[in-house]
């Protein structure tokens, strides 16, 4: 079977095409400082034969005074073209436990204007414990021309969310464990206030998948009926920095919800503001 969903693939179909033309495989695996995590590392002692390394810390903005900016279309299309991937390419992006930061490149890759673009279900941990294939050889690169088609309507601004926030023209999902939604638990950030936008949901990342693998469609509705959001109006997504929240938007696209976009400042920038409101408790 080709596809678990509308956007993931599973293990069998990708080790089945690892050397078939116009398949890019990309890591990208990030961590919060708390998990203990070397990214880099990792990919460099065991990665996907083939696969090659996205830095979520470095193709951002340049001077961006936020972590994890989306790029502007030639920035991100000069990374992608010294990466050797082109937009015509199916790409399949990977992180380690599963489902928690490649989302977010494959919302930056389809943000881009490139649809087959799908997410590895189970990650490179279970990948590993299934015994597949894995090298630590430097995968060899031929920088490509990648072509841009960018569509500004998958991002919110923080002049969108101030709006958002004083109409509710669109339900805000927030990522983030329940704790920090709350304000209970500290932020990993300094300088950023815990707590809440005025009328956001929560929706943990984590609660949408299981082992690595994106909830079926069935149990996803679900998650989002006991968060309090209506899949049939607009939804913003939304994290710490703009990472975990592309899990949501993974969701609901599998969903077949289109109406929303990603907070790309996400609560770093909303909690770090002295004129932005912020709410504590559930």
Known sequence: ???????????????????????????????LPAQGRNARAEYEAAHIPGAIFFDQDAVVAPDA????????PLTFARHAGSMGISADDTIV???????????????????????????????????KAEDRPVTA???????????VDFDASRVASIEDMLKVVATGESQ?????PAGRFTGDDPEPRAGVRGGHMPGAKSLPASS?????KLLPPDELRKRFDEAGIDLSKPVVTSCG?????????LALETLGHSANRLYDGSWTEWGSRPDTPVVKGK
Request: a negative charge; zero cysteines; hydrophobic letters at 45%.
């Open 1 to 31: 079977m080709a596809e678990t969903g509308a956007f993931t693939i599973d293990a069998d179909w990708l080790q089945q095409r690892l050397a078939s033309p116009g398949i890019s495989v990309v890591d990208a695996s990030w961590y």
């Open 65 to 72: 005074a936020l972590p994890h900016t989306l790029p502007d």
């Open 93 to 127: 992006v990977y992180d380690g436990p599963g489902m928690f930061s490649a989302p977010r490149v494959w919302w930056m890759f389809r943000t881009m204007g490139v649809f087959q673009v799908y997410v590895l279900d189970g990650g490179f941990d279970r990948w």
């Open 137 to 147: 050889e430097k995968t060899k690169i031929a920088p490509n021309f990648f072509h």
């Open 172 to 176: 805000i999902a927030d990522a983030r």
């Open 208 to 212: 949408l998948s299981k082992d690595g």
């Open 241 to 249: 920095s703009g990472i975990t929240a592309a899990v949501i938007t």
